[in-house]
Structures are given as structure tokens and as C-alpha cells.
């Protein structure tokens, strides 16, 4: 094959636009930061920090879901803690009442008492944390309990969603974040209403029968409910330990991908501007070449 002088001359262009196009890319790095900065850099590494960039946006949202379950859940043991109280106050008073020595105005007293604790309750059961009614179940934005001002004392109607608010809180990981008031407060209600109606007209024997035994078991279901919220408090802390080292590790593989590792990049580049000046002195003596020198 004959070599010409214009095919030397396109090769050197060709080996110095080549050393160029490395030396700008190893000063792309050392600028920008990044080992990557178009797709031709790293196929490869591209994808896998893509992926990697995706894990860390679905895991800062699982995060997110994760605080707000757990100011719902913290919320609500709040609550129930004050409901708790209460209804340990109820049944002192329900003990009390039940004793058929105490006479009219004791009886009185203590149903005004219970009066005033039953619209605690009542307030309990309306509990709202920021815009979020934490026992209306799916129906966050209105009151789950409303007061029928037409009866003595005024009743107390339902009126949230059976189905409790659920949160992704995990891939594939759906828990349930709020328990519908219906299934803390029940007829308790109607039942104080009752227990009041028993205690102005001196009923001992239906206090004992059932007033006591309706506290007790009202009570028996709040504290079952806080274990199950307890419980799941315990598994969402854990669950966000377990997302923060994820990320860490996502993050930490992300910069090996991405990220510039200057002294390297620094001793690439000084490499390249040595053969990028050889190329130039190179091509510089085979230009001065011509068939002049050899006649």
C-alpha cells in the first residue's frame, strides 16, 4: 500500500484531535467535578447512577411517609393517653357512684363530673393535628364526631370512615397509620349518657351492673390500641434507621460513579498534556517533510 503525504497528514490531524478531545475530557472532570458528563464518558456508570439517583428519591419519599406516619401515630397515643386518664377517673367515679349510701346531691355531683368528662372525651375524639382529624379514619378533613344538641346531655354521632388512612411507607409496604375513632370510642357515648341518667336517678344497681363493667372494658380496648400503635412506632423508627443507611450507601456508590477523584484525574490529565505536546512536536517535524528535503 503507498502511503501519501496527505494520508500522513490527515493520520497526525487524526492522533492530535484524539489527544485533544481526551485532554478536554480530563479537564471537564477537574472543572465540573464529575467523572461523567455526557453518556459517551461511561455508558455504564451512567445507568447505574441513574439507578442509584432513583433510589434515592423513592427513599426520600418513603422517609417522608415514614415522619408523617409516625406524627399521626405519636398523635394519637397523645390522645389516647389523655382518654386513658379519663376514663381511669371514670371509673373511681363510677365505683363511687355505685355505693347506695351516697345521697342526691353526692350523685349529682359526681354526674356533673362525668359530664364534663364526657365532653373531654368528646374533644379527645375530635383530636386534630395540623389539617388531619386523627380518628376520622379516610375522611381526614371534617370533625369524625358531631354533637346532636336536641337531647339531654347532647348525643354524640359518628360520622368519620370505618377504613383507617394507610401510608406506603416502604417498597410494597402499606401500614396503617390511624385507627377510626368508631372502633376507640364505640357507643361509649351513648353509654355515658346512660351512666349519667343512672347516677341522677340513684340506679345502684345498674351502675354496678353495667356502668363499671363498660368503663372497664372501654378502658381494657384503649390500652390494647395503644400497643398496637406502640408497636407499630417501634417497627416505622426502625424502618427509617434501616432507609438512613440506604441512602448512605446510595449516596457513597452515587460519588464513586460520579464524583471526581481529583488526584487521579490530575495525573491523567498531566499524562495527556505530555502526549498532547508530543503529538504537536511530532506532527511539527513530519509537516516540515517534503519532497524538497529528499532531492
Same mark, same amino acid.
Given at each position: ?11 497526525? /490531524? ?5 489527544a485533544?478531545?481526551?485532554l ?29 439517583k432513583k433510589?434515592?428519591? #423513592?427513599? =426520600?419519599?418513603? !422517609? ?12 394519637? +397515643?397523645?390522645?389516647?393517653? #389523655?382518654?386513658?386518664?379519663? $376514663? ?11 355505693n ?14 362525668? =359530664? ?11 383530636t !386534630? ?9 379516610e !375522611? ?8 346532636? &344538641? ?8 359518628? /360520622?368519620?370512615? *370505618? ?7 416502604g ?14 370510642f364505640? &357507643? ?8 349519667? @341518667?343512672? $347516677? ?5 344497681? @345498674?351502675?354496678?351492673?353495667? +356502668?363499671?363493667?363498660?368503663? /372497664?372494658?372501654? *378502658?381494657?380496648?384503649?390500652? /390494647?390500641?395503644?400497643? #398496637?400503635i406502640g408497636?407499630k412506632?417501634?417497627? $416505622? ?26 488526584? #487521579? ?7 495527556q =498534556?505530555?502526549?498532547?505536546q508530543?503529538a $504537536?512536536? &511530532? ?13
Open positions: 500500500m503507498r502511503v501519501t503525504d496527505s494520508m500522513i497528514h490527515m493520520g497526525v /490531524q487524526d492522533n492530535i484531535q484524539r485533544m478531545q481526551r478536554n475530557k480530563h479537564y471537564n472532570q477537574l472543572t465540573t467535578g464529575k467523572m461523567i458528563n455526557r453518556p459517551s464518558d461511561d455508558p455504564v456508570g451512567l445507568i447505574l447512577g441513574m439507578r442509584l433510589g434515592i428519591t #423513592e427513599n =426520600e419519599q418513603y !422517609k417522608e411517609n415514614v415522619n408523617a406516619a409516625l406524627a399521626l401515630l405519636n398523635g394519637s +397515643d397523645y390522645a389516647l393517653d #389523655e382518654m386513658t386518664k379519663a $376514663l381511669q377517673r371514670l371509673e373511681e367515679l363510677a365505683v363511687q357512684g355505685a347506695g349510701t351516697l345521697d342526691e346531691i353526692s350523685l349529682n355531683a359526681i354526674a356533673n363530673e362525668v =359530664e364534663e368528662l364526657r365532653n373531654h372525651l368528646y374533644q379527645i375524639a375530635n !386534630k393535628q395540623e389539617n388531619t382529624y386523627i380518628f376520622g379514619g !375522611k381526614t378533613t371534617t370533625p369524625p364526631y358531631e354533637l346532636d &344538641t336536641t337531647t339531654t346531655p347532647p348525643g354524640v354521632n359518628w /360520622q368519620g370512615s *370505618l377504613n383507617p388512612l394507610k401510608a406506603e411507607v417498597p410494597g409496604i402499606v401500614m396503617e397509620v390511624t385507627v377510626p375513632g368508631d372502633r376507640i364505640g &357507643t361509649f357515648f351513648d353509654e355515658l349518657a346512660q351512666f349519667i @341518667d343512672n $347516677l341522677r336517678n340513684g340506679n345502684f344497681r @345498674d351502675i354496678s351492673a353495667n +356502668d363499671i363493667t363498660n368503663i /372497664q372494658n372501654r *378502658l381494657d380496648e384503649v390500652l /390494647q390500641i395503644r400497643g #398496637e408497636a412506632v417501634n417497627r $416505622l423508627e426502625k424502618n427509617v434507621d434501616r432507609m438512613e443507611l440506604m441512602d448512605i450507601n446510595f449516596r457513597e456508590l452515587l460519588s464513586k460513579i460520579e464524583d471526581t477523584d481529583y488526584a #487521579e484525574v490530575t495525573m491523567n490529565l498531566m499524562m =498534556e505530555s502526549v498532547y508530543a $504537536l512536536a &511530532t506532527s511539527a517535524r513530519i509537516m516540515r517533510s517534503t519532497l524538497v528535503n529528499y532531492i
